[in-house]
């Protein structure tokens, strides 16, 4: 970890597996009431899904962010820790979206990023084709700039920095707390998220990433998973993932630790 800024646990999570999809497919399919965030590609296909904030309603998920096997793993790595943000990130079969490089840290208002780590569970297998996790190693050593960029085109930095900043309104990590924040998200889910039904290109707005050319392609490796490994990774850890092009989901159940807030 200390090398590479990220470590995978093979089946470290194997139990409540069923259950966890379970309860995402009636989240979905909207017969379990709770906000999630589905962007949309061309002729209207869905192809990324978010779910925040399910350690705070539902009994399985809180159990599994603060199973003992992850949180002593965590332990292990940064010391005691705090559940920081929770998200499940959904790819559909055959056209789910691909995530470009970056750094988690980037997003959120901690103090110490190195005291910030994710627990990655993968709900589903999750080999190359469905677009697992990539990452460049030892790239959480040090903070690297990041911009946005709209149909290839790097917004002003003005720009690029007022909307990072908005993105603290919504609750850092997609983690609304107040009515306020709550409000910013809904916002936030209507323009960049329904919108992208009839604009795709929209979506670009949504990411914060890397100018490629200045970290090295010859670092970078592939991460597949199984259903029930956990990559624990450095919240400075370069990351991303390719689109799902395979036959089945891709879900994996992102757990933050911030040892600095315990």
Known sequence: FEKNGYVLVPQLLTEKLDICRGRIEEILAGERKHHHFVRFGEGGKPVFYRI???????????????HPAIMGAVRDLVGTAQVFRDILIGKPPKHGNSVVYHQDAAYWDVADPNKVVSAWIALDDAPSEAGCLRCIPGSHKAVVKHDIYFKGWRLPVWLSRALRRSVSLTGTGDNPQTLTQRSFWQLKDMILGKASKIMPSINDLNWLTIDRKTVSDAGEIVVPARAGDVIIFHSLLLHASGPNTSLNSRRAYIVTYNADAS
């Open 52 to 66: 925040p904030q399910l350690a705070d309603r539902d009994e399985i998920f809180k159990a599994v962010a603060g």
